[in-house]
């Protein structure tokens, strides 16, 4: 597991954003896995900067992104579909089509199996970008999650209901579930950059890197990964 550290959270964007669009450049076909909530905004905010200045093409980029609400249409506001379209995809010359965010409505069971097999298809993901949750949760795999997850629908805990609450209209309640990628989809992934801000994250992180590895702190799952990359802000690397 490979950590950098840097001074602020502005570096780390720089840092990452160089990460994927150097990637990107370097092989036109990638497959991406991405991610939402507050720790991608500014790395998106960049790739976009980047690509308006006549950087990186994204003609020919595959995305999976992790998970989705249950019950939310992609056109729904707080959905991860609405997100990515507004934050990313619609400013980058990728083709729609090309991006995947798992259903929220339908048939979700039958959606799962469906991305996992979209996923294969596509050859697999090539950089899967991650956040973390304060109690160790990626994706939407929280604590307890067996590690052999394939992509699956989960309950939220309740911290995690807390903290994205923000992300919701007044009156909106978060819903209680979601479909997202297992923790082996995750662990599947060639490379994997994990992105940790803050001093609220500094105890999921210390756990990560040094703790036991165990499904009560899913993302410690990581130190079995071969090609991990952890960026940290200093208040996120301040308990290691
Ligand atoms: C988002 C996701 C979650 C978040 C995590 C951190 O697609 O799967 O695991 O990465 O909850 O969220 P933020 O960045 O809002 O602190």
Excluded: W
């Excluded at 629908?153 to 909106?172: C, H, P, R, V």
């Excluded at 479909?179 to 490379?191: E, H, L, Q, W, Y």
């Amino acid at each position: 597991m490979q950590i950098v550290t840097h001074k602020n959270s502005e570096k780390v964007y720089e840092a990452v954003t160089k990460e994927i669009t150097e990637a990107t450049k370097s092989n036109p076909h990638i497959v991406l896995g991405l991610a939402t909530g507050s720790t991608p905004v500014g790395i998106y905010a960049r790739m976009v900067k980047e690509h308006r200045s006549g950087g990186t093409d994204y003609s020919n980029v595959t995305t999976f992104n992790l998970d989705e609400y249950e019950g939310l249409a992609g056109n729904h506001p707080s959905s991860y579909r609405y997100f990515m379209n507004d934050h990313l995809f619609n400013h980058l010359n990728i083709l729609l089509k090309n991006t995947h965010v798992p259903a929220g409505t339908g048939d979700l069971a039958a959606a799962c199996e469906e991305y996992e097999k979209a996923i294969e298809k596509a050859g697999g993901i090539d950089i899967q970008l991650l956040g973390i949750g304060a109690n160790g949760h990626i994706g939407f795999n929280e604590p307890d999650t067996p590690f052999d997850t394939k992509t699956h629908i989960a309950y939220l805990a309740e911290e995690t209901i807390q903290s994205n609450a923000k992300f919701f209209a007044d009156g909106q309640s978060v819903p209680s579930r979601a479909v997202t990628m297992g923790i082996s989809t995750i662990m599947k992934a060639k490379r994997i950059i994990l992105v940790a801000l803050g001093k609220s994250k500094a105890e999921a992180v210390q756990k990560t890197v040094a703790g036991p590895v165990t499904e009560r702190h899913p993302a410690s799952v990581l130190q079995r990964h071969p090609h991990v990359t952890l960026y940290l802000d200093e208040d996120a690397a301040s308990l290691l």
